[in-house]
């Protein structure tokens, strides 16, 4: 949280009826991320859904109780703690039902990582079903915008165990939510929003019927681009940051190093100050050092073959992209994702795995801040729990590295939010849909209609929820 962060007077308001700002809810909200951004363009949020306790440690050590901006107005009857959705919905189901005339925006997208084109992607990963629990929520709440967020393998298609073709997720959402809901869907690359990472993202906006905003929302990703040199010319901002302009700031040949303050037996990057202009836009008022610059120790060896792929990359013309066979066979290795970042131009999308990238310059893997710059966190947003996990694990934890490479990069979000507030003053302000608890009863509720074998509903005291995962 900057420095000069004020404690919050007063209580919510719902926007509609005043001159408040609108709020939100961050459904598998992670580090924060989209939250920041939503923040940053005068949304108020209104809490947080994330199950994993070290990203929830990371929301709550960056956006705590009683902030102003930055702050959520938690409701009493929800605590604040780290919450499974289909543990909130099922416990805490008239708590949400309560804030039906005060949500403006659903925001957040399920864990992507069984639709990653980056991982193997699974019909029947547990994670996909948690679309079913975000529709539900969608049914309980009824925000009157929703704003979904998810890889670009969102919108392929399975194929089932047997070899059949099941229709892609994004389709099934879209044909719910359109239902109440005008919608537009894109991906979108966060490097044409000045992000100096590629990163190809699924987006999807809606706008409750009632709400008459269904022409703005139509052309609102097309609205959104041409918004973009706008926004970023006012922060003094390129259209197309490169890696180098992200994080020579962090080089260790520029800074030094000193003991790691939060790890025993580690070094991490001293800081002598920015070298560009994006890097005094992430600096943010952030006085001392940045967080989360521990180095990873890698042995003599691994050094060594770290600058030869370096140096093979650079020769072969083939940085930020995977290695050549040549080089792999060159050092004896059968991981296939590892790529050199190119200096002069954006990141590949970052991954959970820290060494899949390697630095331009330094045979090393990047810290955590250096991920967090390449995806537009300021440096005064901490970090929270284990750097990094393995095995079984790695399905449970959401450790740091992995939490900055799920999030939503907060200049891309601060984008999206700003348009979506702009059309929900406009539109808001004209329709008080006074009527909005009186009319949870119409229509059907919302469900994904997923294949037989992924499909296991359950009712718990009355109401349909969805089975306990293993």
């Not at 934890?397 to 999206?416: C, D, G, K, S, Y």
Request: with cysteine; glycine share 8%.
């Amino acid at each position: 949280m900057p420095r000069n962060e004020q404690q919050r007077v007063g209580g919510p308001k719902s926007f509609p009826r005043g001159k408040s700002a609108p709020l939100f809810v961050d459904a598998f909200a992670g580090c924060g991320g989209l939250s920041l951004g939503l923040k940053r363009a005068g949304w108020k949020g209104l809490f947080a859904i994330e199950k994993d306790s070290f990203a929830f440690d990371t929301l709550s050590a960056n956006f705590p109780p009683g902030c102003n901006r930055f702050g959520y107005d938690w409701p009493v009857a929800i605590e604040r703690r780290a919450w499974d959705i289909r543990e909130l919905l099922t416990e805490r189901r008239d708590a949400l039902i309560e804030l039906v005339d005060r949500v403006d925006l659903l925001a957040g997208g399920p864990p992507c990582q069984g639709f990653s084109h980056a991982g193997r992607r699974r019909a029947d990963d547990p994670r996909n079903r948690l679309l079913e629990a975000y529709l539900e929520l969608v049914d309980l709440l009824r925000p009157r915008f929703v704003l979904v967020e998810n890889v670009r393998g969102f919108k392929s298609d399975f194929a089932t165990p047997d070899e059949g073709i099941v229709e892609n997720f994004a389709v099934a959402l879209q044909h719910q939510l359109s239902e109440r809901y005008d919608i537009a869907s894109a991906v979108i690359r966060a490097s044409d929003f000045g992000i100096p990472q590629v990163r190809p993202r699924f987006f999807l906006v809606g706008a409750l019927r009632q709400l008459g905003a269904g022409e703005r929302i139509a052309t609102f990703f097309s609205d959104l681009e041409r918004g973009a040199g706008g926004f970023l010319s006012k922060r003094r901002l390129s259209r197309t940051p490169t890696a180098r302009d992200a994080i020579s700031d962090l080089e260790v040949l520029w800074n030094g190093t000193v003991p790691c303050t939060d790890t025993e037996g580690f070094d991490a990057i001293a800081y002598r100050g920015p070298r560009t202009s994006y890097q005094e836009v992430m600096r943010d008022g952030q006085d001392g050092p940045p967080s989360d610059t521990r180095l990873a120790r890698h042995r003599p060896d691994i050094r060594d073959r770290f600058a030869a792929i370096i140096r093979a990359c650079r020769e072969e013309g083939r940085l930020s992209v995977t290695i050549s066979a040549e080089t792999r066979k060159a050092h004896n290795l059968k991981k296939m994702a590892i790529r050199v970042l190119d200096p002069l131009n954006a990141s590949p999308t970052i991954t959970s795995l820290p060494d899949d990238l390697l630095h331009y310059a330094e045979p090393r893997t990047l810290t955590v801040r250096e991920n967090a710059r390449l995806q537009s966190f300021p440096d005064w947003f901490v970090f929270r729990g284990k750097y990094t996990t393995g095995g079984d694990l790695r399905r449970k934890e959401v450790p740091r590295f992995t939490q900055v490479a799920n999030a939503v990069p907060p200049l891309l979000a601060e984008q999206i939010g700003l348009l979506l507030r702009q059309i929900a003053i406009r539109h808001m302000r004209s329709n008080m849909m006074p009527q909005r608890v009186a009319d949870r009863t119409e229509g059907e509720p919302m469900r994904l209609k997923l294949p037989a074998e992924l499909h296991h509903p359950i009712v718990v005291n009355g109401h349909r929820s969805l089975a306990p995962l293993e």
